[in-house]
C-alpha cells in the first residue's frame, strides 16, 4: 500500500515540477500508485479531466496531432499526474470516511453483571411468616409484579401523585447547576434502583458520562432498556449490574473506581426506616472516593391531606395497585386471598413522619393455604409500605450520621420535594 510519506514526496515532486521548480525527492514506482488509485476505485478519465486545468495545451495541427516541446509534453505530463495525486488523496478521505461511519460495523454491546443474588430463601415460607405475625405485614417489593408495575407507572402521571413532576420541575430547573457542584465529567454513572431507566439518561447532557451503570435486584430487569440506550450512547460504556443494594450494594471492578456519581432519585430511600437509611448511605459511602458523590431525592413533609391523597387517589388508581398484590402472593405463597375482602388504606403517621400503605379486612375472613390458614377480623390490617418524610434539616443530619456532607440542595417553590448532593465528609 502507498504510504503516508511516500504519496506527500510523490505529490511535493510533482507538483513542484509542474510550477518549474527544482526538488530534490524521488517518487515512487508509478505501478504503485496505479494500484493504490485501483483499490479506491479511482477511473483514470475522472483524473484526465483533472489534469486539463494544467498549462494550456499546445496548438493542435489540421490532423489534429499535438505539436509542444519534449520539455513541454513532460509539464503536462507532471500536471496529470499531480492530477491523479489529489484525486487519489480524495478518494483516501471519502473511503476513510465511509469505512468510520460503515453501518455494518460491529455496535458496542452492555455488559450485564449479577453481582449477589436475590434473598436464597423461601418466599413463600417468608410471606405466610409474615402474614402470620400478629401485626401481619407483606414486604412492598411484591407490589411490583407486572400488572403492578403498569399500575405504578399510571400513579405517576396522576394529579394527586406530586412526587414525580415536582422531581421532574426540579432537575429542569437545576440540572445545569448541581452538574456544576459536583463537576463529574467522564465519570461513572451508578443508577441504583434504575428500574426502566428512564431518568437517568436526562443526566447524560450534563455530567456526560464514561460509563452509566443501572443497578436493580436483577439484571434480567435491566437486559433490554439497557441493549435499547446503548444502541442510542455508541459512546457511553454501559454494565447492568443485578444486585440487592438494600442489602449489599455490590458495585464489580468493572465499574471505574473514579469519579462516581451516585444517583438515587425518587425519593426512594423514604422506603427505607431510618436506620436502613443509615445503613444503605454507609454502604454507599463505602463504594465512593473523594472525587465521587451522591444525589438523592427526598419528599418533604408537608400538610397530611396532600401527603395521604398522594397514597389514595381519588381514581383508585393506588387503592388497585395495593389490592394487585394480594394476587401475587396467591402466586408465591399459595394463599387464597380475594382482594375483594379488603380495602386499601394511606394513612400519615405523624410521630414517626411516614406514610403506610395498609390493606384492611372489610369483615372476618379467614386466608388459607397449605398446612395453614390466619384469621382476619373486620377492620384488621396487613402493613404493606412504608414511606418516610423528611426536613431539609433532619435528611442532612442523617447523612451527617453515614460520613457524608451535604454540598447543595435544591426543591421546588412550594418546597414539597428535594434534591441533595453529597460528599464525603
Known amino acids: 500500500m502507498f504510504g503516508g510519506n511516500d504519496f506527500m514526496n510523490a505529490f511535493r515532486l510533482r507538483w513542484n515540477q509542474a510550477l518549474g521548480r527544482e526538488t530534490f525527492a524521488s517518487p515512487p514506482a508509478p505501478v504503485t500508485l496505479r494500484e493504490q488509485l485501483t483499490h479506491f476505485g479511482l477511473k483514470k478519465q475522472s483524473a484526465r479531466s483533472v489534469a486539463t486545468r494544467g498549462p494550456a495545451a499546445a496548438p493542435a495541427t489540421p490532423s489534429g496531432t499535438i505539436c509542444a516541446s519534449a520539455a513541454e509534453n513532460d509539464r503536462i505530463a507532471n500536471w496529470r499526474c499531480v492530477a491523479f495525486m489529489l484525486a487519489a488523496s480524495t478518494a483516501v478521505e471519502k473511503h476513510a470516511k465511509s469505512r468510520h461511519n460503515c453501518p455494518t460495523d460491529a455496535p458496542v454491546r452492555p455488559y450485564f453483571i449479577q453481582t449477589s443474588s436475590p434473598d436464597s430463601c ?73 428500574g426502566s431507566c428512564d431518568k437517568a439518561p436526562g443526566l447524560f447532557p450534563f455530567v456526560k458520562p464514561r460509563q452509566y451503570v443501572p443497578v436493580d435486584i436483577s439484571v434480567e430487569h435491566l ?55 443509615n445503613s444503605f448511605l454507609q454502604q454507599v459511602r463505602s463504594q465512593m472516593r473523594k472525587d465521587g458523590a451522591l444525589w438523592i431525592g427526598i419528599d418533604l413533609v408537608k400538610d397530611h391531606t396532600t401527603l395521604e391523597r398522594a397514597y389514595d387517589d381519588v381514581l383508585g388508581v393506588t387503592a388497585a395497585f395495593n389490592l394487585n398484590m394480594l394476587l401475587n402472593v396467591n402466586r408465591i405463597a399459595g394463599t387464597n386471598f380475594e382482594p375483594a375482602h379488603w380495602q ?74 428535594a434534591f441533595f448532593a453529597a460528599v464525603l465528609a
Open 344 to 417: 386499601h388504606r394511606a394513612l400519615f403517621n405523624a410521630d414517626d413522619s411516614r406514610i403506610e400503605m395498609l390493606l384492611e379486612a372489610k369483615a372476618k375472613t379467614v386466608v388459607r393455604w397449605p398446612d395453614g390458614e390466619r384469621s382476619f377480623s373486620a377492620g384488621e390490617r396487613i402493613h404493606t409500605e412504608n414511606s418516610y418524610k423528611y426536613t431539609p434539616d433532619s435528611f442532612r443530619a442523617l447523612l451527617e450520621q453515614a460520613g457524608l456532607r451535604t454540598i447543595g440542595m435544591w426543591t421546588d417553590e412550594r418546597q414539597w420535594f
Open 122 to 194: 423461601d418466599p413463600a415460607v417468608d410471606l405466610r411468616a409474615g402474614i402470620s405475625s400478629p401485626e401481619a405485614r407483606i414486604p412492598a417489593w411484591y407490589l411490583y409484579d407486572e400488572i403492578g408495575s403498569r399500575l405504578f407507572d399510571v400513579i405517576t402521571v396522576l394529579p394527586d401523585y406530586y412526587p414525580t413532576r415536582t422531581e421532574a420541575a426540579i432537575f429542569a430547573r437545576h440540572l445545569p447547576e448541581m452538574a456544576k457542584v459536583t463537576d463529574l465529567e467522564n465519570g461513572s454513572l451508578i443508577d441504583l434502583g434504575a
Open 223 to 277: 437486559r433490554a432498556t439497557v441493549t435499547r440506550l446503548q444502541r442510542e450512547h455508541q459512546d457511553v460504556e454501559m454494565i447492568g449490574v443485578g444486585t440487592d443494594f438494600s442489602n449489599n450494594l455490590v458495585i464489580p471492578g468493572q465499574v471505574r473506581t473514579e469519579r462516581r456519581l451516585f444517583f438515587y432519585p425518587g425519593s426512594s430511600i423514604g422506603n427505607f426506616t431510618p436506620s436502613e437509611a
